[in-house]
T-cell receptor, first 113, second 112 residues
């Protein structure tokens, strides 16, 4: 089966750095995505890794190690608006050539002053 | 650039009824996927449409069906609603291939 694990909840202080980990056991890996989801809203795309290493995008960075089945999302200079759920998702390419995302349950991040 | 739009935003139905949810894809996107997100969980893949045909399906029963139209908009139909169908239904569009999914704000379905 497909399995994606991430911590259920995390808390952090405004201005700090937080790292959200994600481990996965899937078949047909074709990239790992991070999405941010505020309560009652749509998931919004944050970052994407298909090769090993670090991808940096402003205050957000994401890292991937395919051999370890591991990724993390790093959020720097935390702001109150970063309080949200962060979803780790693995893209699988299946027979017929179509892609689908398998999501973890999400990590609820609470940023406090 | 117009994003993904879904309608309605909220819906309350009774067990056994049927429901149709609608989605307009982002401009230029030709692929639509539907996901079900239960409270406190990540989205679960229902199916994907490309060129008006279903070309991928998750672990959902046949009473979940869909359509894609020539303008790439899409519908999700659920027959014989069950209480466990209560969830946020997300539509996502993309270009066929390896582009990221862009999600709409979802339809919150409550089955009583």
């Amino acid at each position: 089966g497909q399995n994606i694990d991430q911590p259920t909840e995390m808390t952090a202080t405004e201005g700090a750095i937080v790292q959200i980990n994600c481990t996965y056991q899937t078949s047909g890996f074709n990239g790992l995505f991070w999405y941010q989801q505020h309560a009652g809203e749509a998931p919004t795309f944050l970052s994407y890794n298909v090769l090993d290493g670090l991808e940096e995008k402003g205050r957000f960075s994401s890292f991937l190690s395919r051999s370890k089945g591991y990724s993390y999302l790093l959020l720097k200079e935390l702001q109150m608006k970063d309080s949200a759920s962060y979803l780790c998702a693995v893209r699988l390419t299946l027979s017929g050539g179509y892609n689908k995302l398998i999501f973890g349950a999400g990590t609820r991040l609470a940023v406090h002053p | 650039e117009t994003g993904v739009t879904q309608s309605p935003t909220h819906l309350i139905k009774t067990r056994g009824q049927q429901v149709t949810l609608r989605c307009s894809s982002q401009s230029g996107h030709n692929t639509v996927s539907w996901y079900q997100q239960a409270l406190g969980q990540g989205p679960q893949f229902i199916f994907q449409y490309y060129r008006e045909e279903e070309n991928g399906r998750g672990n959902f029963p046949p009473r979940f069906s869909g359509l894609q139209f020539p303008n790439y908009s899409s519908e999700l139909n659920v027959n014989a609603l069950e209480l466990d169908d209560s969830a946020l239904y997300l539509c996502a569009s993309s270009l066929y291939g390896n582009s990221p999914l862009h999600f709409g704000n979802g339809t919150r379905l409550t089955v009583t």
